[in-house]
């Protein structure tokens, strides 16, 4: 047998020994100037950098300026982080709880109370582990001896979730004294984790790490306190629950509680709705436009239904206007950087048009509004004359009603701003988040599939754009909002499950966003089935899954 082999990347092919590792390929070829390289595709299968090659293959490296890079960088260095605070404190639990000013924000339970100081003191614990370069050793273990390994260390919530695994077996990863299992891949040791920082943040700590866009230094910490406020509102929630984790959600399914969750869900969030619309009734004397905004999938437009409903049960009779009617004419919008239409830009809208109507209608006099005809490409006017009086508000719903730019003209105190988005509060297990991405993303593959006809590699295609348009264009203006609402439902993953996992087990492992699915798939499989015979008619999660009173 030949022990050479034939490696494909970049255009061009060389030949290397059989049985080289991708790391030790790396070494040979990677341009130290270039991002990290963390893990890398073998014919578009994800592999870490110790995967050793036995046959010829087409190879393409994972480096920090890329999502999946990102991902195993931040796995590895929870994993860093949650060892440095066990050998301080051998007794302390760590939790992993969501993304937050550029980091993850985490606790560390079991301690005495967190402080500047202390943080100093794991992070320089972490410090000593990247510099010793400890390698991550993964072991293929019987799901009896995993669980034997958890209770050894205290991690009762990942016997729990492991349950729901049809595996026989399970890939745990060793470093120094702890084993661990963060559902994905690892870097192959400490030492390549040598950009991070630790940020005191009460009552917690923000574990920061470089982004996709700098990926040689840890983002820059960016305060978002009306944010944090709402994941902390959500946590408690979801603890008074009793359903901290997927373990316990498919325990509720067994046990027959999913109906009354989904019941208790849904009155939670539409006591949160009437109190905003209460809020907007007693400032009516000065409110005249409300203005939602939120990024894609968070349920803006049933939001902004369900609000209608409660601000007519408070006596007020609110006008929705579409920002899509002051869309400029197709051969005005402006191009990108890269030449091509920008239609997330808040210039696409005729902000002088939009404003000079918006501040007549508000004085109580007539105006014209147009319709955008999206076959023509051209604002049209057919006679739709409104005028308001005092007990009609403006309801705006759209991305950039945050942005001061698009009501400069309107004073703050005539405005009332929301801002709404799917904060998942539901964990997999103590050291692994649900990233409320993913839980969006999901929720916008199910409904472009539903409704729109479009595939699920489609919406891939489309989702980075997306993303981008968010950075851009809301997340930067959600602490101005007045007031922020979660549209997470507790138990909306085990509902979008059966909707979505058959589409994706679909796509073929060729396919260029296969790596993706996989990963999607894997982590939806842990969740038990629920039917969506329960959800109401009126909840947001019918605007992706179907059946909403709200449907035009």
């Known amino acids: 047998m030949p022990d050479t082999i034939q490696i494909n990347w970049n255009g061009k092919t060389i030949e290397v020994k059989k049985g080289v590792t991708l790391q030790e390929l790396a070494e040979q070829d990677v341009d130290p100037a270039q991002p990290l390289v963390v893990a890398a595709k073998v014919d578009n299968r994800m592999r870490e950098l110790t995967y050793v090659l036995e046959q010829d293959c087409k190879v393409e490296w994972v480096d920090l300026s ?54 100093e003191r794991i992070e320089m614990q972490m410090r000593s582990i990247v510099q010793s370069n400890d390698p991550f050793e993964k072991s293929v273990v019987s799901m009896d001896q995993a669980n034997r390994i958890f209770l050894q260390m205290g991690m009762k919530d990942k016997v729990e979730v492991m349950k729901y695994r049809k595996e026989d077996s399970v890939s745990l990863y060793r470093c120094g004294g702890l084993a661990d299992y963060l559902y994905g891949y690892m870097v192959p040791s400490t030492g390549y984790l040598r950009e991070f920082g630790l940020k005191f943040y009460l009552p ?39 359903i901290r984790n997927v373990a316990d959600l498919n325990r509720c399914i067994e046990e027959g509680r999913a ?10 969030q539409e006591k949160q709705i009437g109190a905003i619309a209460d809020r907007i009734q007693q400032h009516m004397d000065e409110v005249r436009m409300i203005l939602i905004a939120g990024p894609s999938s968070s349920g803006k437009t049933t939001f902004a239904q ?20 002051y869309f400029l004419d197709r051969d005005q919008v402006p191009l990108d950087e890269n030449g091509e239409q920008d239609l997330e830009s808040i210039d696409v809208i005729d902000l002088k048009l939009f404003n000079e109507q918006m501040t007549r209608l508000i004085q109580g006099q007539e105006v014209e509004i147009p319709r955008y005809n999206f076959l023509t490409g051209k604002r049209e006017y057919a006679g739709h004359v409104i ?20 009501t400069e003209m309107i004073p703050s ?33 199910v409904r472009d599939h539903h409704f729109r006809g479009t595939s699920i590699e489609s919406t891939l295609d489309m989702w980075p754009f997306v993303r981008r348009g968010e950075e851009r264009n809301i997340f930067s203006f959600q602490e101005s909002a007045d007031i922020m609402i979660n549209s997470a439902l507790l138990y909306e993953l085990a509902v979008l499950k059966p909707y979505i996992l058959p589409l994706l087990e679909g796509i073929p492992d060729d396919h260029v966003h296969f790596p993706e699915i996989n990963r999607l798939r894997k982590f939806l499989r842990y969740f038990l089935d629920l039917d969506s015979e329960d959800i109401p008619n009126n909840s947001i999660l019918r605007e992706f899954i179907g059946g909403s009173v709200f449907e035009k």
Not at 306 to 325: A, E, F
Not at 417 to 437: E, F, G, M, W
């Open 413 to 445: 105190e005539n405005k009332y701003k929301i801002y709404i988005s799917a904060l998942t509060q539901l964990n997999v297990d103590d050291h692994n988040r649900i990233p409320t991405t993913d839980a969006r993303l999901i929720r916008r593959m």
């Open 66 to 119: 890329m999502n999946d890079g990102i991902r195993i960088y931040t796995r590895s260095l929870v994993f860093v982080f949650i060892r440095a605070c066990k050998e301080l404190y051998p007794d302390c639990s760590v939790t992993v709880e969501h993304s937050f000013g550029g980091g993850l924000y985490c606790e560390v339970h079991g301690c005495d109370s967190l402080s500047p100081q202390e943080v």
């Open 204 to 242: 917690g700590v923000i574990l920061q790490y470089p982004s996709c866009e700098n990926p040689t230094q840890i983002r820059p910490f960016q305060d978002n306190p009306k944010l944090f406020k709402v994941f902390r509102q959500a946590e408690k929630w979801s603890m008074a629950m009793g």
């Open 259 to 268: 109906a009354e969750l989904i019941r208790i869900s849904e009155a939670c």
């Open 306 to 325: 369900r609000l209608r409903v409660q601000l007519m049960v408070n006596g007020l009779h609110p006008v929705p206007i579409s920002m899509d009617n």
């Open 387 to 406: 005028q308001l009086s005092p007990d009609q508000p403006i309801i705006v719903e759209g991305i950039h009603g945050l942005n001061e730019k698009l």
